[in-house]
């Protein structure tokens, strides 16, 4: 039942809805009202189903990107405090998190 679409329950809703209602006019009675009415349920039902749907999809989006970016981001930040850096005028080596040289005061950034 929940993995069969809304658009389905609307199609099928219109074509019963329809179906009854043609049958009526040309019976000439009231006989199929019942099936008018399924129809309509029918196509609430399917419109419901599409809305929550839209609904749900908007709410799960943002919030798992936002769960990649901030795993990323402890990542990267990880990583950029365990990179290794080497200064350009005497090669001792520093965390990339240092500004200057350890031992001759070079500006690393
Ligand atoms: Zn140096």
Not at 33 to 40: N, Q
Request: charged share 25%.
């Amino acid at each position: 039942m929940p993995k069969i679409p809304g658009i389905v329950f609307v199609a099928a809703g219109i074509a019963i809805a329809w179906f009854s209602r043609y049958v009526d006019a040309r019976t000439e009675n009231q006989g199929m009202i019942l099936f008018f009415y399924a129809g309509i349920v029918l196509i609430a039902i399917g419109v419901f189903k599409i809305i929550t749907k839209m609904i749900m999809k908007d709410q799960e989006k943002p919030e798992k990107e936002t769960n990649i970016s901030e795993e990323e981001k402890k990542i990267r930040e990880t990583i950029e405090k365990r990179r290794i850096i080497m200064c350009g005028m005497c090669g001792t080596r520093h965390y990339a998190t240092s500004n200057y040289c350890h031992m001759c005061g070079t500006k690393l950034k």
